[in-house]
């Protein structure tokens, strides 16, 4: 059986061809989506301002560690995908960084 990791998950990308209900929809929930709403969780959290342009959404995933930060992403960039073509949301290419979070190093200030 192979070693799980858990990975955090920034997937990026840009609005493209919204339509007016979504812009719409968007908007009326802006203020559920701002710096506050940015967490990583398996569901995702979805971040966005008015002006429409840009989105992230943030992913916890585990995954194999043999699979690396590149399966990581690209589950990531599936659940985005999914979830905003769930909603008719209109985006151009994704793109996304990953980190392992069982590798990461921690710097403590004092030792």
Known sequence: MSTQHTYRVIVRGTWDGLT??????????????????????????????????????????????????????????DRAETLLRNQGYGHGELRSKATDMDTMKINYKGR
Not at 29 to 44: I, K, N, R
Not at 51 to 72: I, N, Q, T
């Open 20 to 77: 007016e209900e979504a812009r719409a929809r968007l908007l009326s929930a802006v203020d559920e989506h701002g710096l506050s709403a940015m967490q990583f969780t398996e569901e995702g959290s979805l971040t966005y301002d008015r002006v429409l342009k840009h989105f992230s959404f943030r992913f916890v995933v585990v995954s194999d560690a043999e699979d690396g930060e590149e399966m990581a992403s690209a589950i990531a960039e």
